[in-house]
């Protein structure tokens, strides 16, 4: 596809439960990026990958969060025993590097909410 | 650590009048500097970037940009502003040392009368 796309749209869980997100990044782009909207809290960045280096995972709010990206592609966010306060809008985006290539185009959103 | 300050949360203009939405930053290093923009109902899209040269950027839709680095600040304009620019709008710093992650200020909401 031209853009980045994620899915589901919408998740509605219950407390407790694991959840995950998928991301699909522009083809070609190497780096893929997390970052998390919830009211009172703006935009978090949370996780990001480049290339075959190991991400940076310094936004990650909990252990309770984890990524992977499969193939240098596809990447899920995984959230485990979900509480209240991990409701928002979860935002993936790629950019076809760092540095000058570090324009992110970013996906659609997956609005999350626990129950 | 890195922060970023926008200094209106809620801006009401009628249409015409001119714009300048605050955005500052504490990094004390090189940076990438971006304004983003988020139409109602729709995704997060590049208004306009920074990387080096001139200050004074221009991005999409008439917007323009200066980078005042003794000031540490990216503030964001427009001569004229139309209803279509209602939207919220986010300033994000990208430190150079800092792999490619974006920091976002809290983001001011600018809605146009028409």
């Known amino acids: 596809g031209a853009g980045v796309s994620q899915s589901p749209s919408n998740k509605v869980t219950e407390k407790g439960k694991d959840v995950e997100l998928r991301c699909d990044p522009i083809s070609g782009h190497t780096a893929l990026y997390w970052y998390r909207q919830s009211l009172g809290q703006g935009l978090e960045f949370l996780i990001y990958f480049q290339g075959n280096s190991a991400p940076d995972k310094s936004g990650l709010p909990s252990d309770r969060f984890s990524a992977e990206r499969t193939g240098g592609s596809v990447s899920t966010l995984t959230i485990q025993r979900t509480q209240q306060e991990d409701s928002a809008v979860y935002l993936c985006?790629?950019?076809?590097?760092?540095?000058?290539?570090?324009?992110?185009?970013f996906g659609p959103g997956t609005r999350l909410t626990v129950l | 650590a890195q922060s970023v300050s926008q200094h209106n949360h809620h801006v009401i203009l009628s249409e015409a009048a001119s714009l300048e939405l605050g955005c500052n930053y504490s990094y004390g290093g090189t940076v990438n500097l971006f304004w983003y923009v988020q139409y109602p109902g729709q995704h997060l899209q590049l208004l306009l970037k920074?990387?080096?040269?001139?200050?004074l950027v221009k991005g999409i839709k008439g917007f323009e940009a200066e980078f005042i680095k003794s000031k540490f600040s990216f503030n964001l304009r427009k001569p004229s502003v139309q209803w279509s620019d209602t939207a919220e709008y986010f300033c994000a710093v990208n430190a150079y040392n800092q792999g490619g992650k974006l920091i976002f200020g809290q983001g001011t909401e600018l809605s146009v009368k028409p």
């Open positions: 985006a790629s950019s076809l590097g760092t540095g000058r290539n570090n324009e992110q185009f």
């Open positions: 920074y990387f080096s040269g001139d200050p």
